[in-house]
């Protein structure tokens, strides 16, 4: 390897303003990993002193660039003649793939400008985790070196530049809660009519079970009478599923998540969430709850709320259009672990259009970025917070089921740690500028939670 290659150890991040964000994470998780990343915005991510100018530092120290590409980056020019000189040095060097190119937010081929045309891309815009592995097989693929050896050191320390972290304990709240009882017995039924999967669904909001075969079911409970009669359901004995590896072949352990999760469909369909099936999620409907506002007690004790169900303008060059947001809960049952069970709770947004018709293709990402890029934890942990107490009614602990013998019972409360240091929240910049000036959004009064003048209560 020539001198000139020795010195070719950074991968170069060009980005816009509106995209910092991303670029900041991606910065650090590629720190992290070992390499050496030329990016303006984090100097000592470099390992080593760099060239100021960003021209000489493509020109002379880059191994690969990673352009993220987006509708705010395309035109800019600073991304625009930062990609042209690495095409340039990728042709002087003979390296077809010098440039990488990141599709950031999902842009079609006929917005891509045709001098990138021929570069395949790989995409951020479904998943920022799932673009992270693929960024890393590709630098793996080129056998980019790794030159950090306290890479995650330098990206924690990226996070502390103004002092922010400090060494005083913090309590931390996850979104995680605890299934504090299941049922000791799962029962067998037989059924005189097949049952579908469809069936099975349809009984979400009077009886959770599993679908065994077309004349076989298991439940922790027994069946309403409706039900029973409409299908000729009759016990078939019961099965101690603690003691057992497998129930009618079935894992237990699989047996008894699938069945959690069925009683937490009962759960939101009995609390009256609803169901989209071309989305396959629950979203919180207008009007459920008073005015729309999700009600919960804070850490502190105070209460507060957040909306569930909301609207806004999204303006993105000649588009202008009003969509409404729905808080769409999911629990699972977090993977690997064995009794007792703990669930995760995932909170997302469920789109719509004025007229509740659910959006799709590429108008979802840039709504939802839209929407959700000024919330911060503690919009979330309000929110996750308020989904637990609709899911509890305001006691204490979720109950499903009308057996009392038969219930799952699931905390209200989710689990809480305590860490060494804390962020001094005083010294943070809460302000999101580059969010504000985004022309993704509309007006200023656009890109402020509507909550925010009335949060407590």
């Given at each position: 390897?020539?001198?000139?290659?020795?010195?070719?150890?950074?991968v170069?991040?060009?980005?816009?303003?509106?995209?910092?964000?991303l670029a900041?994470?991606?910065?650090?998780?590629?720190?992290?990993?070992?390499?050496?990343?030329w990016?303006?915005?984090?100097k000592?991510?470099?390992?080593?002193?760099w060239?100021?100018?960003?021209?000489?530092?493509?020109?002379t120290?880059?191994f690969?660039m990673?352009?993220l590409?987006s509708?705010?980056?395309?035109n800019?020019?600073?991304?625009?003649r930062?990609?042209?000189t690495a095409?340039?040095?990728?042709?002087?060097l003979?390296?077809?793939?010098?440039?990488?190119t990141?599709?950031?937010?999902?842009?079609?081929?006929t917005?891509?400008?045709?001098?990138?045309?021929?570069?395949?891309?790989?995409?951020?815009?479904?998943?920022w985790?799932?673009?992270l592995l693929?960024?890393?097989k590709?630098?793996?693929a080129?056998?980019?070196p790794?030159?950090l050896?306290?890479?995650?050191a330098?990206?924690?320390?990226?996070?502390?530049?103004?002092?922010?972290?400090?060494?005083?304990?913090?309590?931390?709240?996850?979104?995680?809660?605890a299934?504090k009882?299941?049922?000791?017995?799962?029962?067998?039924?037989?059924?005189s009519l097949d049952?579908?999967?469809?069936?099975?669904?349809?009984?979400?909001?009077?009886w959770?079970?599993?679908?065994?075969?077309?004349?076989?079911?298991?439940?922790f409970?027994?069946p309403p009478?409706?039900?029973?009669?409409?299908f000729?359901i009759?016990?078939?004995?019961?099965?101690?599923?603690?003691?057992?590896?497998a129930?009618d072949?079935?894992?237990?352990?699989?047996l008894?998540v699938?069945l959690?999760h069925?009683?937490?469909?009962?759960?939101f369909?009995?609390?009256?969430?609803?169901?989209s099936?071309?989305?396959?999620?629950?979203?919180?409907?207008p009007?459920l709850?008073?005015?729309?506002?999700?009600r919960?007690?804070?850490?502190?004790?105070?209460?507060g709320?957040?909306?569930a169900v909301?609207?806004?303008?999204?303006?993105g060059?000649?588009?202008?259009?009003v969509?409404?947001?729905?808080?769409?809960?999911?629990l699972?049952?977090?993977?690997?672990?064995?009794a007792?069970?703990v669930?995760?709770?995932?909170?997302?947004?469920?789109?719509?259009?004025?007229?509740?018709?659910a959006?799709?293709?590429?108008?979802?990402?840039?709504?939802?970025?839209h929407?959700?890029?000024?919330?911060?934890?503690?919009?979330?942990l309000a929110?996750?917070?308020?989904v637990?107490?609709?899911?509890?009614?305001g006691?204490k602990?979720?109950a499903?089921g009308?057996?009392?013998?038969?219930?799952v019972v699931?905390s209200?409360?989710p689990?809480?740690?305590?860490?060494?240091v804390?962020?001094?929240?005083?010294?943070a910049d809460?302000?999101?500028?580059?969010?504000?000036?985004?022309?993704?959004?509309?007006s200023?009064?656009?890109?402020?939670?509507?909550?925010?003048?009335?949060?407590?209560?």
């Amino acid at each position: 390897m020539g001198t000139e290659e020795n010195q070719r150890g950074h991968v170069f991040i060009s980005y816009a303003t509106e995209d910092s964000a991303l670029a900041d994470w991606l910065a650090r998780r590629l720190a992290a990993s070992g390499y050496a990343v030329w990016y303006d915005r984090m100097k000592l991510l470099g390992g080593e002193p760099w060239p100021q100018d960003i021209d000489h530092a493509i020109k002379t120290r880059t191994f690969r660039m990673l352009a993220l590409l987006s509708r705010s980056s395309i035109n800019k020019d600073n991304p625009s003649r930062e990609r042209t000189t690495a095409q340039a040095v990728g042709r002087e060097l003979k390296i077809r793939d010098f440039l990488v190119t990141l599709n950031v937010d999902g842009l079609k081929a006929t917005e891509i400008p045709w001098t990138l045309s021929e570069i395949n891309y790989i995409t951020f815009s479904r998943s920022w985790a799932d673009g992270l592995l693929s960024v890393l097989k590709k630098l793996e693929a080129v056998n980019a070196p790794r030159v950090l050896s306290d890479g995650a050191a330098l990206a924690i320390q990226s996070y502390d530049s103004e002092g922010i972290i400090r060494d005083v304990p913090e309590e931390i709240i996850s979104n995680c809660v605890a299934i504090k009882r299941l049922p000791e017995v799962v029962h067998r039924f037989s059924t005189s009519l097949d049952v579908s999967f469809d069936d099975v669904a349809s009984f979400r909001k009077e009886w959770a079970c599993r679908r065994v075969s077309p004349n076989q079911l298991l439940a922790f409970e027994h069946p309403p009478a409706s039900i029973a009669k409409q299908f000729g359901i009759k016990p078939a004995g019961g099965a101690c599923w603690r003691c057992m590896p497998a129930v009618d072949g079935i894992n237990s352990r699989n047996l008894i998540v699938s069945l959690v999760h069925a009683s937490i469909d009962h759960l939101f369909a009995i609390r009256g969430l609803e169901y989209s099936v071309r989305q396959r999620a629950w979203h919180v409907p207008p009007r459920l709850l008073d005015k729309d506002w999700l009600r919960f007690q804070k850490p502190d004790g105070s209460l507060g709320r957040k909306l569930a169900v909301g609207e806004r303008t999204y303006v993105g060059g000649s588009t202008r259009e009003v969509y409404h947001y729905h808080v769409s809960p999911s629990l699972s049952v977090l993977r690997g672990t064995t009794a007792p069970f703990v669930l995760v709770l995932r909170n997302r947004v469920y789109l719509t259009d004025v007229d509740g018709k659910a959006l799709d293709g590429r108008r979802i990402p840039s709504r939802r970025k839209h929407l959700c890029k000024n919330w911060w934890n503690d919009d979330w942990l309000a929110r996750a917070l308020g989904v637990l107490n609709l899911l509890a009614a305001g006691e204490k602990q979720i109950a499903i089921g009308r057996e009392t013998d038969s219930r799952v019972v699931i905390s209200s409360i989710p689990y809480r740690f305590t860490v060494d240091v804390s962020i001094d929240e005083a010294r943070a910049d809460p302000t999101d500028t580059d969010y504000l000036n985004d022309p993704d959004v509309g007006s200023l009064e656009d890109a402020v939670d509507e909550t925010d003048p009335g949060d407590s209560e």
